[in-house]
């Protein structure tokens, strides 16, 4: 009788960290404290950068947008390898990218990375067992949630920037270019809190909150 043999994925914490500062990245790409690379996708789909600025790639699955930007790919670049360095460290708790007005530095929209690791993993040096294919599945459903994000976040009709923010243990070492940073808070945001994903040595939870102009209505 023949028998089936079924392959597990090995998860080492050196290999989630590279799948966690690589989501950042490309997440970040999708539209424009500390920062990281997943701002691109946010970057291109909430207009902080103009469309030109953006080439087609394939990632996950999914058509993604990369920015052609010397000085933001140098940014996101320098960025992703310190995020990657905390993560095998177990020291990043959170990564917020922020988005400003240009003009007041008003705060506009926050989205919110927090960052759970599996301490036995940090200590003991173990590893963890998860197919990639349902690391993928679970990430693209973040990605398909951050592009169709325009259809209910406020339109943003003005020039704007983004910081990105990171949250450490206060034993961490931080680079001298790197600077202590203000929270950036939304007063009385609106939020939306989309999927997670779990390499099952880091948890990522995702929230966008963001500034929202009310009218009276009579």
Request: aromatic letters at 12%; one cysteine or more.
């Amino acid at each position: 009788m023949a028998s089936k043999t079924v392959a597990k994925d090995i998860i080492t914490l050196r290999g989630s960290a590279a799948i966690v500062s690589e989501f950042f990245g490309y997440a970040a790409n999708r539209f424009g404290c500390w920062g990281f690379f997943f701002s691109v996708s946010i970057l291109y789909n909430r207009g902080v950068y103009p469309e030109e600025s953006f080439a087609k790639v394939k990632k996950y699955g999914l058509p993604m947008l990369l920015t052609h930007d010397e000085g933001v790919k140098s940014f996101i670049a320098n960025l992703t390898s310190q995020l990657s360095e905390w993560l095998e460290a177990g020291k990043l708790q959170r990564v917020v990218l922020v988005i400003m007005s240009k003009s007041s530095s008003e705060v506009l929209e926050r989205w919110n990375f927090s960052i759970q690791t599996d301490g036995e993993v940090v200590e003991k040096g173990v590893s963890r067992e998860k197919s990639d294919k349902e690391i993928m599945r679970e990430i693209q459903a973040i990605m398909r949630q951050i592009a169709s994000s325009i259809t209910y976040l406020p339109c943003l009709d003005e020039p704007c920037v983004f910081d990105v923010l990171a949250y450490t243990d206060k034993d961490v070492s931080v680079p001298f270019t790197w600077i202590e940073s203000d929270p950036k808070l939304i007063a009385n945001p609106q939020m939306v809190k989309l999927h997670s994903f779990d390499t099952k040595i880091h948890k990522v939870g995702t929230l966008v909150s963001y500034k929202n102009d009310e009218w009276d209505e009579e």
